[in-house]
């Protein structure tokens, strides 16, 4: 019978996963970069890039602390985020929609990475990997400086540009006039006899 795997198996199988994953991230950012229509997110964007490089860098230096030879998994769940991202930039949406929905797409994945270094901050530390959980822990803050990042400008005016463009200043006022207008035309109900209430109540079960 085959020896079960270890905690030390997982983390490294954990690590070969955030390694690949930060491989796909390099590729995927350029085209977020290039979808954006702000400049601030673009440039947001293109930063984020060079981190990224940087964890990848980072990550090598995590398996050569450990004696482990660089290598990755394929990391299945970045992979689906990232196909979201793409099928978003394929929709046919106006630059404030497309903005919002990128930064959508761009804090799936960064949430994503959070969740996955801040296991392995805690394996490593846990197993006293000392030298591996600084590197891990400066990469989680990178993370969540980008994800924070990202939040900013969708409250910062982006979302509110994108609400805007989906319903323009004046369209719910000129609803509220035409249905307030009724009653005061005088050929609508009679006041007071008010037929409606009751026969809502009735078709009621």
Partial sequence: MADKGTFHDAF??????????EKQLTKALPKLAKAAAADELREAFESH????????????????SLDEKVRGKHCDGIAGIIEEGKSVMEEDFDDETMDACLIAAGQRAEHYEMAAYGTLVAWAKAMGHEEAAGLLEE??????????????????GINESAAASAHPEGEEGEEGEESDSAPKGGK????????AQPMAKAGRR
């Fill in 139 to 156: 990469i989680l803050d990178e993370e969540k400086a980008a994800d924070e990042k990202l939040t900013s400008l969708a409250d910062g």
């Fill in 49 to 64: 890039l060079g981190e990224t490089r940087g964890h990848v860098e980072k990550l090598e230096q995590v398996f050569a």
């Fill in 12 to 21: 490294l199988d954990e690590l070969r996963d955030a390694y690949d994953a």
């Fill in 188 to 195: 609508g109900r009679a006041k007071g006899s008010g037929p």
